[in-house]
């Protein structure tokens, strides 16, 4: 499956962003769908994942409150929804595709990556 993020962009501190990954080239309602993000000279972090009906979702402590994940298997779409953004989340985010039974917050885990978009939070 091919993976295309966007949405990203400057905002500043307390602003909203909303990030988009559009699939193609599979069944889109097979895959769990997850978004990680890596900031300058840090390891890729994980920041939230849904599973293929949409029903479950699963955060990270550091975006829980301020982050949606939510998917339109419609539009084989899967959104990222960031408000009261901070510094600290200024990152590349990238959107990633797995097959595991369960959603999980590991980045091996998952088989496919978008290009990632970069965030850029002013203080």
């Known amino acids: 499956v091919q993976l295309q993020a966007s949405g990203g962009g400057l905002v500043q501190a307390g602003g909203s962003l909303r990030l988009s990954c559009t699939a193609s080239?599979?069944?889109?309602?097979?895959?769990?769908m997850g978004w990680f993000r890596q900031a300058p000279g840090k390891e890729r972090e994980f920041v939230a994942a849904?599973?293929?009906?949409?029903?479950?979702?699963f955060y990270a402590d550091s975006v829980k409150g301020r982050f949606t994940i939510s998917r339109d298997n419609a539009k084989n779409t899967v959104y990222l929804q960031m408000n009261s953004l901070k510094p600290e989340d200024t990152a590349v985010y990238y959107c990633?595709?797995?097959?595991?039974?369960?959603?999980?917050?590991?980045?091996?885990?998952?088989?496919?990556w978008g290009q990632g978009t970069l965030v850029t939070v002013s203080s």
């Open positions: 849904i599973s293929r009906s949409g029903g479950s979702t």
């Open positions: 990633a595709a797995c097959r595991t039974i369960a959603i999980v917050p590991i980045a091996g885990s998952y088989d496919y």
């Open positions: 080239g599979r069944t889109f309602s097979n895959y769990n």
